[in-house]
């Protein structure tokens, strides 16, 4: 598996469509080395601020997801 560093410079926008949350963003991709540990995973960073606004726009398209659902399926019991 590749690994990669994710530096997140940007957020642009985010919308839903067909049950997937989609985000616009301008970010640095570069490839990460292997490490010894074994354990092979991506690493996204991002400033606070941007971390910020990143939860308020995926909590915004989410309740915008809950909105279209019938309201049988919206007490939370799955």
């Known amino acids: 598996m590749k690994t990669y560093d994710i530096e997140?410079?940007?957020?642009?926008s985010a919308r839903h469509d067909m049950?997937?949350?989609e985000f616009s963003v301008d970010a640095l991709v570069l490839p990460r080395p292997?490490?010894?540990?074994?354990?092979?995973s991506s690493r996204i960073s991002l400033p606070v601020e941007h971390a910020r606004t990143l939860?308020?726009?995926l909590k915004?398209?989410?309740a915008e997801l809950d909105k279209l659902?019938?309201?049988s399926r919206?007490?939370?019991r799955a």
Not at 8 to 12: E, F, S, T
Not at 34 to 40: C, M, Q, Y
Request: charge should be positive; hydrophobic fraction near 35%.
């Open 60 to 62: 915004q398209q989410l």
């Open 69 to 71: 659902q019938p309201r």
């Open 8 to 12: 997140v410079q940007r957020l642009k």
């Open 34 to 40: 292997a490490r010894d540990d074994g354990v092979a």
């Open 74 to 76: 919206r007490s939370g």
């Open 19 to 21: 049950g997937q949350i």
């Open 55 to 57: 939860l308020m726009l």
